[in-house]
């Protein structure tokens, strides 16, 4: 996928987009440098793109803030149907009438499908190309009044029943229901509960769910960070709704945060990053934790029950406390 994706960068790279998200991690780690712009929804892509592309843009596809019109985008195609579909909506404006959309993909990525919906969207012929594992599709724009793909309504924040009232909208990891496993960390909250007034990280903080759950009892200042843009303009959303003192702002597993700002840590790490499993990232989480805490600070984590948590933790903890082991999750209580 890496080499089909640089060959097809180098086509034209002036004139091109990359909307890049997990699949693009790759080359971008190799070392390709890219003389075309690139977009994409993940903060660590966006950090890592720095002076290796000519402008990188992060935003949850906002394609409306974007100052130039170009003649080509490049997208390896995403898990997420509603981003795919919400970036094959926007592609016309962006290129202009005869401008090219370049979609690529392995076979199980659901490149046949969209690559048909592309096309009716284009007012165009399907095309598709095998090359190796990977297929690309190439659908040039005839004209602007293809029929939208359903994107459910992808940039729209929206409040649920099933977050209880919290706003959240697509393109956020397990974006309308309540995780189990945070569920069981915040049944924990009342135990220990930092002092009034006190700075909590939430790390990982997705639409906020553990923030605003800890916020319910009692006042502290709240400093909420994710990798994923839609995520963070949900939390702010859910941190402005519910009158939650703090900020909200972006990071590669805290990497970017002030050292020893908090007294407590809350936190529900990925074991999948995007939908690609890194195995450092727990590791990462777990070790910006401490970092992030004052002397005698206390992180509070979540883990599926298969994550060994206590061995990874113990490099950069002191006090390593198992809470409770349920449902197939392990929560801890950190200290340093
Ligand atoms: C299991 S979810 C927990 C979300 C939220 N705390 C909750 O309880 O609903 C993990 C979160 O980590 C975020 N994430 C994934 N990789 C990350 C990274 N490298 N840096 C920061 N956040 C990341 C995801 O976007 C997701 O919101």
Not at 157 to 162: D, F
Request: aromatic share 10%.
């Amino acid at each position: 996928m890496a080499y089909l994706l640089q060959e097809l960068l180098q086509e034209n790279p002036r004139e091109t987009l990359w909307i890049a998200d997990e699949n693009s991690k790759a080359l971008l780690q190799a070392g390709f440098g890219f003389t075309g712009d690139l977009l994409t929804n993940r903060w660590d892509i966006a950090h890592l793109a720095e002076g290796r592309c000519n402008r990188s843009f992060f935003s949850d596809f906002h394609f409306t803030e974007l100052e130039r019109r170009y003649r080509r985008i490049v997208f390896p195609v995403s898990k997420e149907k509603a981003v795919v579909h919400h970036v094959i909506n926007s592609a016309p404006h962006v290129i202009g009438e005869g401008g090219e959309l370049v979609l690529l993909g392995g076979k199980q990525s659901g490149i046949k499908t969209y690559a048909t919906r592309a096309a009716t969207r284009f007012g165009c012929r399907k095309s598709l190309e095998k090359s190796g594992l990977d297929y690309t599709s190439r659908l040039v724009l005839h004209s602007d009044g293809g029929e939208r793909l359903d994107d459910q309504d992808y940039p729209r924040l929206r409040q649920l029943e099933a977050l209880a009232g919290l706003y959240s909208k697509p393109g956020l990891f397990g974006w309308n229901k309540i995780d189990r496993g945070s569920a069981l960390l915040a049944g924990h909250f009342p135990s220990h509960l930092p002092a009034p007034g006190a700075n909590v990280v939430d790390l990982g903080c997705g639409y906020g769910f553990l923030s605003t759950e800890l916020a319910k009892l009692g006042n502290f200042h709240f400093t909420a960070t994710d990798n994923n843009a839609a995520a963070l303009l949900a939390c702010e959303r859910n941190f402005h709704e519910g009158g939650i003192a703090g900020v909200v702002t972006p990071s590669d597993a805290g990497g970017d945060l002030q050292s020893g700002i908090a007294e407590l840590v809350i936190c529900n790490p990925p074991f999948h990053q995007g939908f690609q499993v890194e195995g450092d990232l727990t590791e990462r989480f777990l070790s910006n934790a401490a970092r992030l805490l004052g002397p005698g600070g206390t992180a509070l984590f979540v883990v599926n029950e298969f994550i060994p948590l206590p061995k990874k933790a113990q490099p950069h903890f002191s006090a390593i406390e198992p809470l409770e082991r349920k449902e197939g999750f392990c929560t801890f209580r950190l200290r340093r």
